[in-house]
């Protein structure tokens, strides 16, 4: 206890403590994404008298040496200490520091005090609520480095020095567990709309309202170690199908039956691999019917049946949005089933018609909704489910606005995604099947755990914006989310006709290929014309042009023809990665330090990664580029994959990347035919 304060420190899995603070009489029983069955812990627990050296001091250690009565609790590797003052620090078995609270509190009994009254742990009450505004400050370290946190769509691997909205948006995924060079991973257990502040002077979280402090933190010699404990705690992705380790064609939009089927059997016609196809939003009769429009869709039966025997699978889109009008929107609103408003209309997005979206921390809903996806998608024989919107997308993001089964919207908005994703995973569970799959524009910690493939969202048709995805699906793996995919090509813009979109296009594709999920999507306006604006007095949405291999021309339908078939050559080698991730929360996209920790050069790459352990990618994301460098690492003999050369680790090289060759360099002993 500190004065109103009730702490909680215990240990929850290797090496891994759980802390948690309250000012209520109760601790909040949410375990938010630390819901994993583990073994009990036991940890040793001593009190003692010690000389110690605050680690921020460490620069100057002679003048900072006091003897101090602290408090310890060890599990495995890791070891938290409470000093006289009640402050926390966290230290590995070599007795180093791996980070400390920040307190600058008059408290404080040494001659360095700093009495600016600034406490590591703040829970500040909310006037006129029972809920608190929440700060935990931790110290700096010039050196750190620190990874992960989900996605985030700037051109920065390394967050250090970042300011990251802990809120979900559109291209947005806020999955607030974070790897630091000092050898700790660092869960912010808490859902609620907040910020993570990664500065030179001072770390700090925070959270807009809650009811406690919550968070985990691990140790471990390795990122590979820290990524492994983290999801033996918070979950593991199941096992990959193998229709996911193929090629995925999409566009916007397939408009009917027959104009889907006939890209499928043009597909195979030309000999080309296919696992998925995909029919996007708007094949409904209204939002929240979550059913097909007969007009356009009369038998999928029929549909179905006919794709398996092509050998593909089916995947639809379903979005959380339930129209005024829809079938199902009256059971819903009376069985609480809607996000709930505070405060407005009652409307969330006016897009396509006046919608709600559908409560996701609600059981009742996630069962609902799923029920009518079974009746209406899964007794087709529809396996895949393409959950869109899943931030879900506000507009505008007023959070304060909105409240939840779970409780306000600030309070616990970030983990509706992983909540969306479940109501289909527990739902498939429930039908007998495994190896589920689901592609989800969110994710949260834990999402993994529920089959939830995430992608980017609705980013540009630009290089800029291809730089930027890169950085993004290391970063998702880095924070425990292995299943990660893009638009290739972008989703917003890319005219077919334009050359140089012609050349961004192969350059995503190229790097699509080494990518967990190769999947070809995209606006690509200009739109077709409507034929009717409404039907049956629902708005109807148009398409944009056409977005298959071959739509680009013979000599670009050959650069993508030669890289499908060197996915499919991928296929067991992928397979092996998602096994990976399946058993130990492998990412499959990999930082250079991820693969090499010990090659300090490593720390510091940006634009190149491991796929898996056996192959480097140094995709070219720059337009014009021609040749680039690439860094090999130390104590392999790597090969390089198109023309064989046998290469030293430890040196930075140039080589060759005309249009059609994005560089690839093999460990030696592994092979796989580029051609």
Not at 214 to 221: K, L, M, R, S
Not at 597 to 620: H, N, R
Request: net charge negative; glycine share 8%; hydrophobic share 40%.
């Amino acid at each position: 206890m500190e004065g109103e304060l009730a702490i909680w420190i215990e240990p929850w899995g290797d090496n891994s403590l759980r802390v948690r603070m309250t000012k209520e009489a109760n601790m909040d029983a949410n375990d938010w994404a630390l819901i994993e069955e583990i073994p009990q812990g036991k940890a040793t627990i001593k009190i003692e008298e010690i000389e110690v050296v605050e680690p921020w001091y460490k620069n100057d250690p002679e003048e900072h040496i006091q003897k101090c009565t602290i408090a310890k609790i060890t599990n495995g590797t890791i070891t938290a200490k409470f000093n006289l003052e009640g402050w926390l620090s966290f230290w590995n078995d070599k007795e180093e520091c791996l980070t400390a609270e920040y307190w600058r509190n008059r408290d404080r009994i040494d001659r360095y005090c700093v009495p600016l009254g600034v406490r590591a742990r703040d829970l500040r009450p909310i006037t006129g609520t029972s809920d608190y505004e929440l700060t935990a400050r931790f110290e700096a370290f010039d050196e750190e480095k620190i990874f992960g946190m989900g996605q985030y769509q700037e051109r920065n691997l390394d967050k250090k020095g970042a300011i990251l909205e802990l809120a979900q948006r559109n291209s947005q995924a806020s999955v607030p567990f974070m790897i630091s060079n000092r050898g700790y991973g660092f869960l912010w257990n808490n859902p609620a709309i907040g910020t993570a502040s990664f500065g030179t002077n001072k770390t700090e979280w925070t959270a807009k309202s809650t009811k406690k402090l919550d968070y985990w933190i691990t140790a471990g010699d390795t990122p590979a170690q820290l990524l492994e404990q983290y999801s033996s705690v918070t979950g593991r992705a199941p096992m990959m199908p193998e229709y996911g380790l193929g090629f995925w064609q999409c566009k916007l939009r397939y408009r009917n039956q027959e104009e889907l089927l006939s890209v499928a059997r043009e597909h195979k016609r030309r000999g080309l691999p296919m696992d998925v196809i995909v029919i996007d939003f708007f094949h409904w009769t209204k939002q929240g019917d979550f059913k097909f429009d007969p007009i356009d869709w009369p038998d999928p039966d029929a549909m179905v049946a006919e794709l398996k025997g092509l050998g593909i699978e089916l995947m639809v889109s379903v979005w959380p949005t339930i129209d005024s009008t829809s079938e199902n929107r009256g059971k819903m609103a009376d069985e609480g089933m809607l996000v709930k408003f505070d405060r407005g209309l009652g409307i969330n997005m006016n897009w396509m018609g006046e919608t709600t979206f559908f409560d996701a921390t609600h059981p009742a809903a996630r069962d609902f909704v799923w029920s009518r996806c079974k009746e209406n998608y899964f007794k087709k024989g529809i396996k895949i489910f393409w959950l869109d919107e899943a931030e879900p997308e506000y507009g505008p993001y007023d959070f304060d606005l909105f409240r939840y089964y779970q409780g306000p919207a600030l309070q616990c908005s970030n983990i509706y995604p992983a909540m969306y994703a479940k109501a289909f995973y527990d739902g498939m569970k429930a039908e007998g099947m495994e190896n589920i799959l689901n592609l989800v524009r969110c994710v949260w910690a834990g999402s993994q755990r529920y089959g939830a493939l995430a992608w980017s969202g609705d980013v540009a048709s630009t290089f800029r914006t291809l730089r930027e995805q890169l950085q993004a699906g290391l970063n998702v793996g880095l924070a425990g989310i292995p299943w990660w995919t893009t638009d290739i090509g972008g989703f917003l813009g890319g005219d077919i006709k334009d050359e140089k979109f012609h050349e961004l296009l192969i350059r995503w594709f190229e790097w699509g290929v080494f990518c967990p999920v190769t999947r070809l999507h995209g606006e690509r306006p200009p739109f077709y014309p409507l034929d009717e604006e409404f039907r049956n007095g629902v708005r109807q949405f148009s398409s944009g042009q056409d977005n298959e291999v071959w739509s680009y021309g013979d000599k670009n339908e050959k650069i993508f023809t030669d890289y499908l078939f060197l996915r499919e050559r991928l296929r067991p080698y992928t397979a092996e990665l998602m096994k990976q991730a399946h058993e130990k929360g492998s990412p499959v996209m990999r930082t250079m330090f991820y693969e090499f920790p010990k090659d300090q050069k490593c720390w510091e790459l940006t634009d190149q990664y491991m796929f898996g352990s056996d192959i480097l990618v140094a995709p070219v994301m720059e337009e014009g580029i021609r040749e680039r460098s690439v860094y090999l690492p130390a104590g392999v003999i790597w090969v390089n994959a198109y023309s064989g050369e046998e290469l030293q680790g430890g040196q930075t090289i140039v080589t060759a990347a005309p249009l059609e060759i994005i560089p690839i360099f093999l460990k030696k002993g592994f092979e796989i035919a580029i051609y």
